[in-house]
């Protein structure tokens, strides 16, 4: 697809300890998200990036902090995982636009990772 | 962002095009038309979008009535991996933060 990779693909952990899910892409957009995935949610936006250490909120944000230190890598972090963030986590990337906030250029999507909070 | 209307599930004979509807009587002049697809347990795949002319690529085609209230994805010869949840989104040109907004889709099933 569209040069996107999400590491770890799948991870089991223990609630209260930390996580870090890492999406890195090829393509040199500018903007970069994260989602997650929950049956009857549909996908929900967490963070998003518009630039290198420019990061903004989206609807489900609590919980999670984000970072983007290079335009190729966005991380996201879960300081300590409760059961309620057992999800898919899908990272994509966006557009060329030098606009600030995200435009209507097609989002790509990475492989997604499962994560699992006991 | 306008709501749209897809049915929930589709069947199709492999080789025969699939034609998945979509409704959005609520679309506004500036507001384009995408679709996307999931395959079970990968992430979503763009698949075309357009604003008010007929689109075609590589994947597939959108035809979007004149007063753009619906609009119909073509897969001219489904295969057996054309099976998936496929969406139709509205989304607003130029909104400044924006998400996509996924609804329950159709459920394509290509069988043999």
């Known amino acids: 697809d569209a040069g996107i990779t999400q590491s770890p693909r799948h991870k089991v952990t223990e609630t209260g300890t930390p996580v870090t899910l890492r999406c890195h892409q090829t393509?040199?957009?500018?903007?970069m998200y994260w989602y997650r995935q929950d049956p009857g949610h549909g996908l929900r936006l967490i963070h998003y990036s518009y630039g290198v250490k420019d990061t903004d909120k989206g609807e489900v944000s609590d919980g999670y902090s984000v970072s983007r230190s290079k335009t190729e890598d966005f991380l996201l972090t879960l300081e300590s995982a409760t059961s309620s963030q057992t999800s898919v986590y899908f990272c994509?990337?966006?557009?060329?636009?030098?606009?600030?906030?995200?435009?209507?250029?097609?989002?790509?999507f990475g492989p997604g990772t499962r994560l699992t909070v006991l | 962002d306008a709501k749209t209307t897809q049915p929930t599930s589709m069947d199709c004979a492999e080789g025969r095009a699939a034609n998945l509807p979509c409704n959005h009587s609520?679309?506004?002049?500036?507001?384009?038309v995408y679709w996307y697809r999931q395959i079970h347990s990968q992430g979503p795949q763009y698949i075309i979008h357009?604003?008010?002319n007929n689109e075609t690529n590589e994947m597939a085609s959108l035809i979007i009535t004149e007063d753009r209230k619906s609009s119909t994805l073509i897969l001219p010869h489904a295969t057996l991996r054309d099976t998936a949840v496929y969406y139709c989104?509205?989304?607003?040109?130029?909104?400044?933060?924006?998400?996509?907004?996924f609804g329950k889709g159709t459920m394509l099933l290509v069988s043999p």
């Open positions: 989104i509205v989304r607003v040109a130029n909104s400044g933060y924006s998400t996509l907004t």
């Open positions: 994509a990337i966006s557009g060329t636009s030098g606009r600030r906030v995200p435009s209507t250029d097609t989002q790509y």
């Open positions: 609520t679309i506004s002049g500036n507001e384009y």
């Open positions: 357009g604003l008010k």
């Open positions: 393509e040199n957009h500018r903007y």
